[in-house]
């Protein structure tokens, strides 16, 4: 079955950096984009970054040109670094990836915080 685990969360200061990670099983990784959204507290999930299945990739206007999407086929993992972070950014980082079914990981939480 479809599994994707995420990695890399934790506590940072303003302006500093994260590099999240999302290992996938269980589907043919490389044919399939993978997308990394995030939900902050009493706020509705949001779609972060997408990188298509051929690398093209694509960023919400609030994370363009600090965050980075990224992916490696031979490990089946996908990558959000995330730099010069803002209070903003805090959330939980969701993994996500649609076979035909929309299929999450379990969340990771990044808080930015002084």
């Known amino acids: 079955q479809v599994q994707l685990v995420e990695s890399g969360g934790g506590l940072v200061q303003p302006g500093g950096s994260l590099r999240l990670s999302c290992a996938a099983s269980g589907f043919t990784f490389s044919r399939y984009g993978m997308s990394w959204y995030r939900q902050a507290p009493g706020k509705q999930r949001e779609l972060v970054a997408h990188?298509?299945?051929?690398?093209?990739?694509n960023y919400a206007d609030s994370v363009k040109g600090r965050f980075t999407i990224s992916r490696d086929n031979t490990k089946n993992t996908s990558y959000l670094q995330m730099n010069s972070l803002k209070p903003e950014d805090t959330a939980v980082y969701y993994c996500?990836?649609?076979?035909?079914?929309?299929?999450w990981g379990q969340g990771t939480q990044v808080t930015v915080s002084s």
């Open positions: 990188i298509t299945s051929a690398g093209s990739t």
């Open positions: 996500n990836v649609l076979t035909g079914l929309n299929y």
